[in-house]
T-cell receptor, first 113, second 116 residues
Framework: ETGVTQSPTHLIKTRGQQVTLRCSSQ?????VSWYQQALGQGPQFIFQ???????GRGNFPPRFSGLQFPNYSSELNVNALELDDSALYLC????????????FGQGTRLTVV | DQQVKQNSPSLSVQEGRISILNCDYT??????FLWYKKYPAEGPTFLIS?????DKNEDGRFTVFLNKSAKHLSLHIVPSQPGDSAVYFC???????????????FGKGTRLSVIA
């Protein structure tokens, strides 16, 4: 099994810009979830995709949007970046043989200046 | 409103002793609980989980205990090793037959330091 991979690992953006983060899910997994982890906090759920459809959304504004592709990889897009968007963004895939377990990528560290 | 709480931000334990990390939850609809370990600059790594139909699950040095009436779970690590030093997150979810768990609700984490 290949693991969950995210790209890029780090990036710096200016307030007001747009960013796209990418995630390749683990082989055999059909569900991808995105989380935001601010400093000193636990990961907070942004949204989840199941078989290319949005399957739940957390308390994040519409400028956070996503996609899931037929190969179950996924993108997270954030428009009109704000300083508070600076965080570690984590992608988790699930839905394989161990349906109840979610496996995380290493994360993308986004800094908004 | 925090549905999953880890009230101890940090814990220090001597190598070889038992580490006990605690977690409380408020939502009685949660029926699946997981523990993750996180090193700096890495994503969370799944450690161990427990379904609400059980009260204990063991995997090597790691044991998770669930007390549903108290809405409390704990992770025991015996014996503790220096490599166990990391941030430990408790997470909870509800199980759905078709697509597995609902999204995870995490606590804020407990930083465990195992001292040699």
């Amino acid at each position: 099994e290949t693991g969950v991979t995210q790209s890029p690992t780090h990036l710096i953006k200016t307030r007001g810009q747009q960013v796209t983060l990418r995630c390749s899910s683990q082989s055999g997994h059909n569900t991808v979830s995105w989380y935001q982890q601010a400093l000193g906090q636990g990961p907070q759920f942004i949204f989840q995709y199941y078989r290319e459809e949005e399957n739940g959304r957390g308390n994040f504004p519409p400028r956070f949007s996503g996609l899931q592709f037929p190969n179950y990889s996924s993108e997270l897009n954030v428009n009109a970046l704000e300083l508070d968007d600076s965080a570690l963004y984590l992608c988790a895939s699930s839905g394989g043989t161990k349906i109840t377990e979610a496996f995380f990528g290493q994360g993308t560290r986004l800094t908004v200046v | 409103d925090q549905q999953v709480k880890q009230n101890s931000p940090s814990l220090s334990v001597q190598e070889g002793r038992i580490s006990i990390l605690n977690c409380d939850y408020t939502n009685s609809m949660f029926d699946y609980f997981l523990w993750y370990k996180k090193y700096p600059a890495e994503g969370p790594t799944f450690l161990i989980s427990i379904s609400s139909i059980k009260d204990k699950n063991e995997d090597g040095r790691f044991t998770v205990f669930l007390n549903k009436s108290a809405k409390h779970l704990s992770l025991h690590i015996v014996p503790s090793q220096p490599g166990d030093s990391a941030v430990y997150f408790c997470a909870a979810s509800k199980f759905r037959v078709a697509s597995g768990n609902t999204p995870l609700v995490f606590g804020k984490g407990t930083r465990l330091s195992v001292i040699a």
